[in-house]
């Protein structure tokens, strides 16, 4: 779904110092976006899994989300890791996660 590299590059992180974090999270993030998707991943004829639109920006955030939770910093309302940057509002929450961040998931989550 995101490869540590492409976290890296949207994230805007320069140094290595979280990417044994990040490793560890991706499967998990994926985990929990196929799980509020609700649906299995779509399957190209090859059989190859085909991820939503915006569904790598979306990993992002919850990886983003997740390295800041880590520390048990929750309830404050900034997080910052390299370049990237995003506001919490840890009061309106769905699945342990922002509901903005629920809201892309489900938008492509639905049946078609």
């Known amino acids: 779904m995101i490869t540590l590299d492409e976290y890296r590059a ?4 320069k140094d290595t110092s979280k990417d044994s974090q990040i490793e560890a999270l991706i499967p998990l ?19 190859s899994i085909v991820y939503p639109d915006g569904s790598k920006l979306t990993a992002a955030e919850m990886i983003t989300y ?7 910093n929750v309830g404050y309302s900034s997080e910052s890791v ?6 919490l509002d840890t009061h309106d929450m769905l699945h342990g996660y922002p509901r903005h961040i629920i809201t892309k998931i489900r938008r ?5």
């Open 10 to 13: 949207i994230a805007g992180l």
């Open 29 to 47: 993030v994926e985990d929990d976006y196929l799980s509020i998707r609700n649906r299995d991943w779509d399957r190209a004829e090859d059989g």
């Open 66 to 72: 997740r390295l800041s939770t880590l520390s048990g």
């Open 82 to 87: 390299g370049d990237y940057s995003m506001t």
């Open 108 to 112: 492509y989550g639905r049946a078609r």
